[in-house]
């Protein structure tokens, strides 16, 4: 077969232009959220789940956190239940926390781990009970008990630092454990918001089923400050569902995370064109 060398050279010129980043990159922790709604089918998880283990190959240290609320809401209409959400938070019974559990710690978890191991990395499943990594405490929505809700109390990432040096990709269920055992669903955003601060690392990731923040004429925002995206929610452009995302996001600059962004996971590869690409995808906020 003849060399086909108008893409041998776009496939150096990639190479090039990711040099930088990789070098820049190297030894630097990224927590990733990788949301239920970006996951899709098997391509999609196969893509994300390459982007991870080539970020390990190359000296980086990715720390997955994963969702699933459309996983265990269609697992919950199977049991016939109704899914009832207060200001985007699903109201848990303990009835709902079993399912949460078992879809988060268990199937969605292991889907996760198992399509890194597919591609040569060595993923291990942690949900927040595991090494006491997230200490959770009961969530009040304006007053309002909406069950086994939580947000995060406190992080102890010392069994992430081990997996780390290990070697290891940890791959992170959104469950935590209150001071008296019971369990919590929180908001996978707020724990990888959470974990991305106490970690001190370099990026946070959002990954979602959106392109970003849009501006009023629906184009993506990019490489805002602050300030920019606090003045954005002031006069309405960002609403809704993207404000506790956006929340997340903004907590994690301040709290010294160097930056964080949004993007459409279900890009194939949407990660590595974010790492290691000049133009990069999404929306980039930083200090």
């Known amino acids: 077969m003849p060399i086909d060398h108008e893409k041998a050279i776009n496939i150096a010129h990639v190479l090039t232009e990711a040099l930088p980043y990789i070098r820049r990159f190297a030894g630097k922790t990224f927590v990733v959220k990788y949301g239920g709604n970006a996951m899709g089918d098997d391509d999609m ?61 268990g199937l969605v978890n292991k889907a996760v781990v198992n399509a890194i191991a597919k591609q ?24 309002q008990d909406i069950g086994q809700v939580g947000e995060v109390d406190a ?14 990709i940890p791959v992170i269920a959104p469950v935590g454990v209150g001071a008296d055992g019971t369990a919590y669903n929180i908001n996978a955003d707020l724990v990888a918001g959470k974990l991305a601060s106490v970690l001190q690392a370099e990026k946070l990731m959002l990954l979602t089923n959106v392109q970003g923040l849009m501006d009023k004429q629906g184009q993506v925002l990019t490489g805002l400050t602050v300030p920019q995206v606090e ?4 006069d309405g452009t960002v609403y809704g569902g993207m404000l506790p995302k956006v929340a997340c996001a903004l907590d994690a600059v301040r709290s010294g995370v160097k930056s964080s962004v949004i993007i459409d996971g279900r890009l194939q590869h949407a990660v590595l064109l974010e790492l290691f690409t000049d133009q990069g995808i999404g929306t980039l906020i930083r200090a």
């Open 120 to 143: 040569g990395g060595r993923a291990v499943g942690l949900t927040g009970k595991d090494g006491g990594l997230i200490r959770a405490r009961k969530l009040l929505i304006k007053g």
């Open 45 to 105: 998880i196969d893509s994300f789940a390459r982007d991870i283990v080539l970020m390990k190959a190359v000296g980086m240290h990715p720390v997955v956190v994963h969702g699933g609320g459309p996983q265990i809401g269609k697992h919950l209409e199977k049991l016939g239940k109704k899914s009832e959400f207060v200001e985007g938070m699903r109201v848990t019974d303990a009835e709902t926390m079993d399912v949460v559990e078992m879809m988060l710690g």
């Open 155 to 168: 992080i102890d990432p010392r069994v992430v630092d081990h997996l780390e040096a290990g070697g290891f």
């Open 231 to 234: 003045a954005l929610i002031a």
